[in-house]
């Protein structure tokens, strides 16, 4: 019942210019999701939620050509929420069935990755996560029960900030929007005015 956001949140994304033109100035181009095995929270298209800055590092640190940052203005819909510990439980039965049924096939689980960046401790590459999450939405599929329009996680990533500390410093909120509808547009960020 509470699962439903009427709540418009800014996400921001990264890519090359001429993509970023498309999707602001022509509304109705196509919705491409990701469909990455690795993809931290499943098949969808992702913002960064509230960060413009996080969005252009992660341009800068992918080496995207002529990268431009928009903005979108997301209604999550019936969301998927990673903070909300209902949610978790669903992705916890995911997993569990998941992985009995992978073992009655004879067949092994993906596995979460570090990747080859700066820290052995970050799960970069999220196989097991994304497989999890997609099995969770196919089953909800399957069984005609309501289906996920996103899903939202938070990550603490990085560096340690400073000695003993428990913020990262790449922690960042990441949505993943699989109902399209969910975006109500999108639009190039302004660029703050200060106020004499």
Not at 158 to 185: D, R, S, W
């Amino acid at each position: 019942m509470y699962k439903s956001s009427q709540n418009i949140v800014f996400g921001f994304h990264a890519a090359s210019e001429n993509i970023t033109k498309k999707l602001v100035e022509n509304g109705d181009c196509e919705f491409k999701p990701s469909k990455n095995t690795y993809d931290w929270l499943g098949s969808g298209m992702y913002f960064w939620e509230n960060s413009v800055h996080r969005a252009e590092k992660f341009a800068r640190d992918r080496k995207i050509e002529n990268p431009v940052v928009i903005g979108a203005a997301i209604q999550l819909g019936y969301c998927l929420d990673l903070t909300d510990s209902e949610s978790l439980s669903y992705l916890n039965a995911s997993y569990q069935t998941l992985k009995a049924t992978a073992k009655a096939a004879g067949a092994a689980l993906p596995k979460n990755k570090p990747g080859n960046r700066e820290s052995e401790m970050d799960l970069l590459l999220r196989e097991l996560d994304c497989a999890v999450i997609n099995f969770l939405h196919s089953q909800r599929k399957d069984k005609d029960e309501k289906v996920f329009d996103s899903v939202r996680g938070v990550f603490w990533e990085g560096k340690a900030l400073y000695p003993g500390a428990g913020f990262k410093e790449k922690n960042h909120i990441q949505i993943c929007i699989i109902n399209p509808n969910c975006i109500k547009g999108f639009f190039y960020p302004r660029q703050k005015v200060e106020i004499a």
